[in-house]
């Protein structure tokens, strides 16, 4: 019996990482909850993140060379239009990246 419990929980696959010991939902393979710290992505230079073999659609990664973050849309690596230290402010022009 205990075999068998340990088994399925294995196969769950769903991971939760707070400090609180709560479940994520249902319908997330992976939930990152904190009220006092933030999530930090892999950060890379364009030449680390080029040697990527096959990179998923959808991979994310922060360019320190660029300092950006930047995502794999499944041809090719799109960064966001603005750098993360730069601020929007009401009446500023924007360009949105598919335009």
Same mark, same amino acid.
């Given at each position: 019996?205990?075999?068998?419990?340990?088994?399925?929980?294995?196969?769950?696959?769903?991971?939760?990482?707070?400090?609180?010991?709560?479940?994520?939902? %249902?319908?997330?393979? @992976?939930? =990152?909850?904190? +009220? &006092? $710290?933030?999530?930090?992505?892999?950060?890379?230079?364009?030449?680390?993140?080029?040697?990527?073999?096959? %990179?998923?659609?959808? @991979?994310? =990664?922060?360019? +320190? &060379? $660029?300092?950006?973050?930047?995502?794999?849309?499944?041809?090719?690596?799109?960064?966001?239009?603005?750098?993360?230290?730069?601020?929007?402010?009401?009446?500023?022009?924007?360009?949105?990246?598919?335009?």
């Amino acid at each position: 019996m205990l075999i068998l419990f340990v088994m399925m929980q294995q196969s769950y696959g769903q991971v939760s990482i707070n400090t609180d010991g709560v479940n994520p939902p %249902p319908s997330a393979m @992976l939930e =990152v909850k904190s +009220t &006092d $710290k933030g999530f930090l992505p892999p950060r890379m230079t364009t030449v680390q993140r080029n040697s990527i073999e096959n %990179p998923a659609e959808g @991979l994310n =990664v922060y360019n +320190t &060379d $660029k300092k950006m973050m930047e995502v794999f849309d499944g041809s090719r690596w799109v960064q966001f239009e603005y750098p993360i230290s730069n601020k929007m402010t009401c009446g500023q022009d924007f360009r949105d990246v598919r335009d």
